[in-house]
Each structure stands twice: as structure tokens, then as C-alpha cells.
């Protein structure tokens, strides 16, 4: 019937739009369930077309860790000795404690308002917090999985569920933590939990599930074979050389640093993400390259802990691919996780457009792009502005002071390097406008009950 043809597609006309193959202007994109379904360039607007001045795709975030928005600001106090990721850790431990799926639900919904606001379109969200406050599974033991899928279905981005596998409390199989108790399974386990996901995961349009060794010092080595068996092409996320201790200890289990470990011990291939890899010698950079997985870069959050710096220059030089997360979610901010990844290689090599690939080539086009690239593969779904593609788009103001006159790869370095999430104005996923003049549809009602959710956290 042609009404239902009317309602199902929908047609968007850009005056400039960074397609997949470059910017062109006068686009109109037709929108049929949930995919762009034509691209037409060059073209007039139609009287029944939705206007608006600029298209970018939207941005894949390939690290997340939702609840702990919840804590975003609360470990800025300096302790007694010197303050570290471990230390930050105590704290996030703490407010853990309490939480039951509700309570994640409502930090996560927090959360996904917040990356569909800034241009984030889809998250890969590496979920770690499964059992009951005592450490038992729940009667449903993917229900804390529930509940993020739940929040991503409520707030409408596109989830990558990483259900994470955490079992040791450090190198070599030694016992966990108390703290650590609401993490913990076995393989058994971790097998349920991976159904039980599967099975909450067909409430969403477009899921994407892969599978998540915590780190090197969570599972032992014939975990980690599991897991990359269980994989079976799909997503395989770890976190890896994020910390000096992490490298101290591990070349004290093994006699090997961690990335030179994990690439001699397993097959890393391209649906595998390395999240962080901050701590890797020159030889370890150029083998993460060439093994075709994805360095997942996540610069607000890796500045927040003091981290260190990922060698992006050699990782480049290299070929290697990265992509952005906003991991702890201390900050929620596309455009600035970009600018900081650039600056933090600018301060140290004292030296400007260090992420741009060549002589000539803008920085904020190309940071963008790699993200893209990089973040897609990680999360199991290509991005970009093109037919067949998911209509993941974010559309930004040219009329913001920072934005005028600009055209092609100038609108990306200006967006990165100046407007900022103030220059978004809609946000369409999958085909569905979610964020209009910037503001998620459902803001006001999220935060209504984050706000609720939290003083019972924190009191
Ligand atoms: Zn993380």
C-alpha cells in the first residue's frame, strides 16, 4: 500500500554531507527502516524533505563502561599518598557496591543521552558487573546486561554488547578481590551469561554481541583461548597496557610485556580491540599494527587516571587503526575525546597536526575518518554515510560562530578543534531523529531519574 511505503521512508536533504567517499553538497538521503536506502548528490530539495545545512556520520564509541557516569567527578580529592588508576579503582569499587539493574539502567540511559548528544551513534559497551551485591547470579544471570540493552533501547543508540569474562585478581590465577565479587565467573558462566544477553539483545534493531576477556591479569591463558573460540568472528575487546604496574607484573608472570604477550599467545586479528595499549615499545607498536586490530583509544578518560600516552605517531607511520571510547564516562564528549588524542601528541612531541596522515591533509577530517574506520570494525558495523549503511547521522549548525563560511574538511577541523558539541544540532539513529537543537528527546525525563537513582547511591 503506498501510505505505508510513505511512513516507512523518509527523505533528508543536506546542503553539505560527508558521504563515505568525500564532502559533497546539495545531498538528499532517502531513510527506509532504519538504513539509507539512496544517496543522491547534486540534487534539488523536495518539498517534503527534511532540511538542514551539514551531515557527518555518526561516531562509533568503542569503550564504555555506563555506570560509571554515575561517578564522574567524585575521585578528583588527592588521598593521602600519590593518587593513581588503583586508587581510582577503590573508589569505583565502592560505588559498585549497592547498584542493582535499575540503578544501572537509569546511569546508563544517563550516559547513552549524553554520547547520542555529542555525535556517539553506538556504543560498545564492555560490561563487567553481572551478580547480586553477595556475588551470586541473579535468577536471570544476564539481567545487569539486561539492563544496559534496556537503557540502549529506551535511549535509542546502537549497542555492542561486550559481556566481559573476569575471574583472577591478578598475573598468574590469584584470587580476587572481595571488591571484585559482582564480576566473577567461569567459562560455564560466562557461557549463560552470553545467551542470556544474546536473548535481551533481540529487543534491539541492530545488536551487535562479542565477547570480553577483562585483561590479561583477570583470565588465564586458557580463558583467553576460550574466549577467542566462543568469538567465532565477532568482537573480541580487551584492556591491555594501560598501567606500568600492569607491565611490571606481567613481565614478572610471563617475562613478556603484555601486547608482546597476548600477540605471541593468540590469533589478534581485525575484529580484535586492544583498549589503551598506552605502554608498548616500538616493536609491540609496529606488531599491533600489522596484526590489523584495533587500538582503542580512549584520551579524556586515559588523562583523567594519568595513564600515559598511546605512541600514535609509529602506530600511524605503521598503518595501524584506532578508534575512540569514553570509557569511565567522567566526560561524554565525541569532538573532545578527538582534540585531546591530537593535543596529547602535539604537547609531547612539541609539534602540531601530528594525527593528520599527510602533508597537506586536515587533522580534524582525518582523526574523524580513522575513528570511523577504526571504531566501526571494533564494534562489528560499518559506519559511514553510504547505501546499505545504518542511517547513523549527526547533523551539524554552520550558523555557530565557529562553524561560518566553513566548507569541507575546514566544518571537521572547526567541529573538532573549536565548535565542539555545541555545533550538533540533530542526531538520527537508526533513521530515527533522537537529539533535535542538541538536546536528546528524552533528556529531561532521563535525568529526572538519574538524578533520583544517584542520591540513593551517594547518600
Ligand atoms: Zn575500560
Not at 588508576?85 to 557496591?97: A, G, L, N, S
Request: include cysteine; hydrophobic fraction near 45%; charged fraction near 20%.
Amino acid at each position: 500500500m503506498p501510505e505505508q511505503v510513505c511512513t516507512a521512508q523518509r527523505a533528508l536533504f543536506f546542503e553539505h554531507c560527508l558521504l563515505s567517499e568525500g564532502w559533497a553538497r546539495n545531498v538528499r538521503l532517502t531513510l527506509r527502516d532504519g538504513v539509507i536506502a539512496s544517496v543522491e548528490a547534486g540534487v534539488s530539495a523536495r518539498l517534503s524533505d527534511e532540511r538542514h545545512a551539514c551531515a557527518v556520520p555518526g561516531m562509533p564509541n568503542l569503550h564504555s563502561h555506563a555506570f560509571q557516569r554515575g561517578m564522574a567527578g567524585l575521585a578528583e580529592r588527592r588521598g593521602a599518598s600519590s593518587d593513581s588508576f588503583w586508587t581510582w579503582r577503590e573508589i569505583m569499587y565502592r560505588f559498585v557496591d549497592r547498584m542493582t539493574p535499575d540503578d544501572v539502567q537509569a546511569l546508563a540511559a544517563m550516559a547513552y543521552v549524553e554520547m547520542l548528544e555529542t555525535g556517539f551513534t553506538r556504543v560498545g559497551e564492555f560490561h563487567y558487573l553481572h551478580h547480586d551485591r553477595d556475588g551470586r547470579p541473579y535468577a536471570d544471570p544476564a539481567a545487569m546486561s539486561g539492563a544496559v540493552i534496556a537503557a540502549a533501547a529506551e535511549t535509542g543508540i546502537g549497542m555492542t554488547l561486550l559481556p566481559v569474562l573476569y575471574r583472577y585478581g591478578g598475573f598468574g590465577a590469584r584470587p580476587p578481590g572481595l571488591a571484585q565479587a559482582r564480576f566473577l565467573n567461569d567459562i560455564d558462566g560466562y557461557v549463560r551469561l552470553l545467551e542470556g544477553a544474546e536473548a535481551h539483545a533481540r529487543s534491539l534493531p541492530d545488536p551487535v554481541i562479542g565477547v570480553a576477556p577483562h585483561s590479561l591479569r583477570a583470565v588465564s591463558p586458557d580463558q583467553l583461548a576460550d574466549m577467542a573460540a566462543l568469538a567465532k568472528g565477532r568482537p573480541v575487546h580487551i584492556h591491555i597496557a594501560e598501567q606500568e604496574k600492569e607491565v611490571a607484573d606481567c613481565l614478572g608472570w610471563s617475562g613478556q610485556r603484555p601486547v608482546e604477550w597476548l600477540l605471541a599467545h593468540a590469533e589478534v586479528g581485525a575484529n580484535w580491540c586492544l583498549v589503551h595499549a598506552t605502554h608498548m615499545t616500538e616493536a609491540e607498536t609496529l606488531a599491533l599494527a600489522r596484526s590489523g586490530a584495533i587500538a582503542g583509544l580512549c584520551p579524556i578518560t586515559e588523562a583523567n587516571l594519568g595513564d600515559g600516552l598511546f605512541p600514535a605517531q609509529d602506530f600511524l607511520a605503521a598503518g595501524g587503526r584506532y578508534g575512540i571510547g569514553s570509557d569511565s564516562n567522567v566526560l561524554i564528549d565525541c569532538a573532545e575525546e578527538l582534540r585531546l588524542l591530537e593535543y596529547g601528541q602535539r604537547l609531547v612531541h612539541r609539534a602540531r597536526n601530528v594525527m593528520a596522515t599527510g602533508s597537506g591533509r586536515s587533522t580534524g577530517a582525518d582523526l574523524y575518518a580513522a575513528a570511523l574506520d577504526g571504531g566501526g570494525a571494533a564494534l562489528g558495523r560499518t559506519g559511514g554515510i553510504a547505501v546499505g549503511h545504518g542511517a547513523d547521522l549527526v547533523s551539524l549548525r554552520l550558523d555557530h560562530p565557529s562553524m561560518a563560511h566553513r566548507e569541507g574538511d575546514a566544518i571537521m577541523d572547526s567541529f573538532v578543534f573549536a565548535g565542539g558539541r555545541a555545533a550538533i544540532d540533530c542526531v538520527w539513529r537508526h533513521g530515527e531523529k533522537v537529539v533535535v537543537n542538541g538536546r536528546h528527546r528524552l533528556r529531561e525525563s532521563v535525568e529526572k531519574v538519574y538524578v533520583r537513582v544517584l542520591e540513593a547511591l551517594i547518600a
